[in-house]
């Protein structure tokens, strides 16, 4: 008896798999009520008690506290999603073995960490809608000229704290990430200029210069401290991303 290999059915194109596991991505962050704490609730009491309460005085320099609280909290969900979650989540899939078996699949490398920026982006979005809802509830009245500068800024910044997270994850132990990336989180929201307005060497800072690049594009009127934060945000970008892959560990 002969025997014949039998033709298989061709699998998904490679955009169609780094799509689907992107929306697996946003499914688990959806379904982590630790993270959509940190991505979303946090964010939004902040915001409220930034606007409408007397516990935290914002220098606003005249201007309303919602044009500086409102592009300040958007900044720091981009930070919660792009940084922390990553961070966790991939550092905990490292230890469990399944980055390394997903790299060994269709998918490869590049589609796996394709994937989860695409995640990213979509937490993203949902934020935005939602945060950016209960801004303009609040009454926040974001300058429009600036909208194309912050979502420039929501990307590089994206790019920086999402190529932090995987530098920390393929680096350290799970537990030793789980820590660290808390604890930065928390020192960052702080001190690091990406809630309230920065001050001194903290525009220089990641955080600095996404907090700053967000509420200087959508506040009155046009300022060129957007686009030096802008530059700031690219450097970082860089340098995390070339660091990330001379050092990151899949195993």
């Excluded at 409220?48 to 005085?57: E, P």
């Excluded at 550092?91 to 695409?118: C, E, I, W, Y």
């Excluded at 934060?229 to 070339?242: E, K, R, Y």
């Amino acid at each position: 008896m002969t025997l014949t290999r039998q033709p298989h059915a061709g699998g998904a194109p490679w955009p169609r798999r780094v799509v689907a596991h992107g929306g697996f991505e946003l499914r688990n962050l959806i379904r982590n009520g630790e993270q959509l704490l940190l991505t979303l609730i946090l964010p939004a009491l902040m915001l409220v008690v930034l606007v409408r309460t007397d516990l935290i005085r914002l220098d606003t320099g005249g201007a309303p506290a919602i044009d500086v609280a409102a592009p300040g909290v958007l900044a720091l969900a981009v930070m919660s999603t792009a940084f922390t979650s990553q961070a966790i989540s991939t550092g905990f899939d490292r230890r469990a073995g399944a980055l390394r078996l997903l790299a060994t699949t269709p998918l490869g490398r590049t589609g796996l960490l394709g994937g989860k920026v695409l995640g990213v982006f979509a937490m993203e979005a949902v934020q935005v809608v939602i945060l950016g809802g209960l801004a303009l509830a609040l009454g926040w009245q974001p300058n429009p000229a600036g909208i194309a500068a912050a979502l420039l800024a929501v990307v590089l910044g994206t790019g920086a704290f999402t190529a932090l997270a995987l530098l920390l994850a393929g680096t350290l132990r799970a537990e030793a990430v789980l820590a660290g990336a808390n604890l930065l989180w928390l020192l960052l929201v702080v001190g690091g200029g990406i809630l309230l307005p920065a001050a001194g060497l903290t525009r220089f800072l990641p955080s600095g210069a996404l907090g700053e690049a967000m509420r200087t594009a959508l506040g009155p009127g046009p300022s060129g401290a957007t686009w030096i934060a802008l530059a700031v945000l690219a450097a970082w970008t860089a340098v995390f991303s070339v660091a990330t892959v001379r050092w990151f560990k899949w195993e």
